[in-house]
């Protein structure tokens, strides 16, 4: 089953309001990511917070931890058109062989 | 001075076939990854690769069979192909024995079966 889980599926925003997704996993982690990925595209890397921090700021992103409810949130602060895409969170292993495990992800939407 | 590529792009086949998919990357690191993502977005690891050794099989069919000839390299080549395989495949890399592994993605590979 996967490790993580988005929510909501799908989120549709005007341009230049807030855009809030939500993850889910299921085991214990030492760090956290969220990646992007156009359509038709590969997900690319956009931020990464380890377990020991809270919150953590990446231009118009803003990610939050909350290990002990299992849970994360992405916020895109004044959303704009080329924001849309799906957002993935993903849980590697770490230590030995690398697994990173994508959650089911969001699909993003910001009207113009 | 793509870090991951993946050939060819798009792939159309007729059901039965054998096919494969090839991934390069340039970044110098030890593990590589296939990814199917079916039409609900639904990414899922399929294989893991360190060193050119098998590390991960998540339970894929044998008719999937990856091949590492270098550590830059994993090759999926899928024998007698169904139409349930269509789905975008994905490589991607990440560095071994990192704290914190970022995954880098190749731009997927479009299968259709038909």
């Known amino acids: 089953s996967q490790q993580g889980e988005e929510d909501p599926q799908a989120l549709s925003i005007q341009e230049g309001e807030n855009a809030t997704m939500n993850c889910s996993y299921k085991t214990s982690i030492n760090n956290l990511q969220w990646y992007r990925q156009n359509s038709g595209r590969g997900l690319v890397h956009l931020i990464l917070i380890r377990s020991n921090e809270r919150e953590k700021h990446s231009g118009r992103l803003r990610v939050t931890l909350d290990t002990s409810k299992k849970s994360s949130s992405l916020l895109i602060t004044a959303s704009r058109a080329a924001d849309t895409a799906s957002y993935f969170c993903a849980t590697p292993s770490s230590g030995g062989y690398q697994k990173v495990t994508f959650g089911t992800g969001t699909k993003l939407q910001v009207i113009p | 001075d793509t870090a991951v590529s993946q050939t060819p792009k798009y792939l159309v086949t007729q059901m039965g076939n054998d096919k494969s998919i090839k991934c390069e990357q340039n970044?110098?690191?030890?593990?590589m990854y296939w990814y199917k993502q079916d039409s609900k977005k639904f990414l899922k690891i399929m294989f893991s690769y360190n060193n050119k050794e098998l590390i991960i099989n998540e339970t894929v069919p044998n008719r999937f069979s990856p091949k590492s000839p270098d550590k830059a390299h994993l090759n999926l080549h899928i024998n007698s192909l169904e139409l349930g395989d269509s789905a975008v495949y994905f490589c991607?890399?990440?560095?071994?024995?990192?704290?914190?592994?970022?995954?880098?993605f190749g731009q997927g590979t479009r299968l259709t079966v038909v």
């Open positions: 991607a890399s990440s560095k071994d024995r990192e704290v914190y592994p970022e995954a880098f």
């Open positions: 970044l110098g690191h030890d593990t």
